[in-house]
């Protein structure tokens, strides 16, 4: 009887450890019979169901079937929110009945937090953003795609290497020092960094690198946000570069209008003193020094209102290639043989502008060019296509408004432009050039007039390898263009027509003779007005055209003209003229002058006028 | 979740689910590759949204999800868990 005693008291003491156990379980444990109810169900149960337990036991549970060791099932909370749980079940026998006992492991909060990471993982993969993360020697431990795409580096390649390897050679070391001081002392840093990409290629970005903690309050790993800012930087320097040429452009214009007024004084009263001197005397020479000077300083002036854009232009359709080819033969038969030339010209479509200016342009470039290989010679390329340029293109090159442009490219195998200077080469009076064989505004005329031409010029140059100059300009209206394009004759069309050239300048009157009569015309020069007066009155009908400089001794231009006009009306005159002397265009034509000119007499410029004078247009330049 | 039920079948399983995530999607596949055994032509598979019928849920007794019901012709059966195995889960449901 005692023993019996004992062994219940053992049983229930043995029951009672084992209730204990179940009671105290972090997981909910249900039993279920072989009808599927639930017939004991523990303390957890109760809690995760959230249904009392003499209501849980005896509920219809169904049977629990797992596939392998465990599922996932899910439940709804008095909440309204679903909870989770991982199952396990094992099938016994009690009482010669089969039961099964579930065991139900809440899942909840792993899920939410797994969740929760893969949409960290999927944000930081997704991200715009660079995001890489490096251990505390500055080892790469993860980068996501967008490192990838800054970098050129993939993320197998990066993950284990030291992040150093972005870091340029030239790049102060200082600023990486400072950068991992803060992130030791717990701190981001934020600041510009440039990098080398995989294939060589530079990038700037703007970074963050923060301190990551781990779960014992240490800083384990550091994790850099970049954001590629290589286009930002470039159109901030390009705006910067802009905006000084624009400043140094309205100073020099300033000062050049000015300095013409100046010079016109200066030329003025000089000539004036000329006249009242023995022609010839050491003191006529000595002032048609002075003259000559001054008019040197004029076309200095002239350079500088292009280069700022202020002065006069009068743009119609030009057909750019006549224009380039021109100058292609002409340098072909005044550049050293050490120099070698090559061209790639095609016809294309007209620009609306000026077409002095744009000699020059086109001339300035193959000077310079010529220049960079004077010493040991090399190769000279001339190239003018069509281009079409995207959206993106003609926004980063600042161009005009066009659907397709031109461009030139003049490439030469010179000594280059070292990369320090490279900016500058358009600015006024910079020059790499020794003293006396640049004046330092070729390139900025060059800027000046292809921005006032709605284009854009960029130079691309490798040390000891060569120079690249590129300028684009937008291709005129169509429309507008067709209709006028038809009225520009080619540059260089002459005749055989009688031509009177008066200028008191032997140089310049020589090489108008020779400039007329490589167009076929019959010359005669004179450079005394009064003497060329007295040669026409002799026999007016023997000329067909004369072309007289404004400013000569003796007599001037207009008044020459004036006198020829009395004796002979329908003389056709062209008045040549300096900068800062033309004459209005209602005085011209109150004498009857038929055109006025521009001094430096261009060769293209002069044979059209002289075209149309002849083919009897009333025609006004 | 859309019911896929023929009238013209007279039985119905039901299946219960949460929501109409990559789990609810799973066990309604499962449901179907059961109903493609061969041995239960006569049933139309219905598939309820636990959180949208609370009361359906409730008169059938339902706590966790995902829960296949069978209500006839028999006895009704229950079963709660992984439904991939389609001769475990036919054999439960009294089938085979």
Not at chain 2, 5 to 27: D, E, F, Q, T
Request: a negative charge; glycine letters at 8%; one cysteine or more.
């Amino acid at each position: 009887m005692e023993n019996r005693l004992q062994v219940e008291r053992q049983l229930r003491e043995s029951e009672e450890r084992f209730r204990l156990l179940v009671e105290q379980s972090p997981d909910a444990i249900i039993m279920i019979n072989s009808e599927g109810l639930v017939v004991f169900a523990n303390r957890t149960a109760e809690s995760f169901f959230g249904i009392e337990r003499s209501r849980l036991e005896g509920t219809h549970f169904g049977f629990p079937v797992v596939g392998g060791e465990t599922t996932e099932i899910e439940v709804p909370r008095s909440s309204g929110e679903m909870g989770s749980a991982e199952m396990r079940v094992v099938q016994t026998w009690l009482n010669q009945e089969p039961v099964y006992i579930a065991s139900l492991r809440d899942t909840t909060e792993r899920r939410a937090a797994k969740a929760s990471l893969s949409r960290l993982a999927a944000a930081i993969e997704q991200a715009a953003e660079s995001v890489h993360v490096t251990d505390m020697d500055g080892n790469i431990l993860f980068a996501n795609p967008a490192f990838e795409r800054v970098t050129g580096y993939s993320r197998e390649e990066a993950a284990g290497m030291w992040a150093g390897f972005l870091r340029p050679y030239d790049e102060s070391k200082e600023t990486y020092r400072e950068m991992w001081e803060q992130v030791l002392a717990g701190k981001t840093w934020s600041g510009n960094l440039r990098g080398v990409t995989r294939s060589g290629g530079r990038f700037e970005v703007a970074a963050s690198v923060s301190p990551v903690w781990d779960a014992e309050g240490e800083i384990a790993s550091a994790v850099v946000v970049m954001r590629d800012v290589s286009k930002e930087m470039t159109l901030e320097r390009q705006l910067r570069q802009a905006q000084k040429m624009e400043a140094i452009g309205t100073l020099a214009g300033g000062i050049a209008h000015d300095f013409n007024n100046i010079l016109s004084a200066i030329i003025g009263y000089s000539e004036l003193t000329q006249r009242n001197l023995p022609p010839e005397s050491d003191d006529w020479e000595n002032i048609r020094e002075v003259v000559s000077a001054a008019r040197r300083a004029r076309d200095l002036v002239k350079q500088i209102l292009a280069f700022s854009r202020q002065s006069e232009e009068e743009f119609r359709p030009i057909e750019l290639h006549l224009i380039v080819n021109e100058v292609f033969k002409l340098l072909r038969s005044s550049l050293p043989s050490s120099i070698e030339m090559h061209q790639s010209i095609r016809k294309c479509r007209p620009v609306l502008g000026d077409a002095t200016q744009l000699h020059q342009v086109v001339m300035n470039l193959c000077t310079n060019a010529a220049q960079a290989m004077a010493e040991d010679g090399g190769e000279l390329s001339l190239a003018f296509e069509e281009v079409p340029l995207s959206e993106e293109e003609i926004a980063r090159r600042e161009l005009g408004r066009s659907d397709a442009f031109v461009k030139l490219t003049v490439s030469d195998t010179g000594h280059g432009i070292p990369p320090t200077v490279l900016d500058r080469v358009f600015e006024p009076y910079f020059t790499t050039k020794e003293k006396g064989k640049g004046t330092g505004l070729g390139l900025s005329v060059v800027h000046g007039i292809v921005k006032g031409h709605g284009g854009g010029v960029s130079v691309e140059s490798r040390v000891e390898k060569g120079t690249t100059f590129s300028v684009f300009i937008p291709l005129a209206d169509l429309e507008a263009a067709e209709s006028k394009t038809a009225e520009y004759e080619s540059p260089l069309k002459g005749g055989n027509e009688r031509i009177l050239f008066v200028d008191d300048e032997r140089p310049l009157a020589n090489m108008a003779r020779q400039m007329l009569e490589g167009l076929g015309y019959r010359v005669e020069v004179f450079t005394d007005s009064l003497e060329a007066l007295e040669r026409f009155r002799a026999d007016p009908d023997r000329v067909d055209l004369v072309i007289t400089d404004m400013t000569m001794p003796r007599m001037t231009g207009d008044r020459l003209a004036a006198e020829m006009l009395s004796i002979r009306p329908d003389i056709p005159v062209i008045l040549c003229t300096g900068f800062s002397e033309r004459i209005d265009e209602p005085r011209a034509r109150e004498l009857g002058i038929r055109a006025f000119m521009l001094k430096p007499l261009i060769s293209m410029e002069l044979a059209g006028n002289i075209r149309r004078l002849l083919d009897g247009e009333a025609y006004f330049v | 979740m859309a019911e896929s039920g023929s009238k013209r079948k007279p039985h119905i399983l039901r299946l219960y689910v949460s929501g109409r995530g990559p789990r609810a999607r799973k066990a309604v596949a499962d449901a179907e590759a059961i109903l493609a055994s061969g041995l239960m032509d006569s049933y139309a598979l219905e598939v309820v949204d636990l959180l949208n019928n609370a009361a359906s849920a409730q008169r059938d007794g339902v706590i966790a999800t995902p829960t296949l019901l069978k209500t006839g012709p028999g006895s009704p059966r229950k079963i709660i868990g992984d439904l991939k195995d389609v001769p475990k889960i036919l054999s439960a449901l009294g089938l085979q």
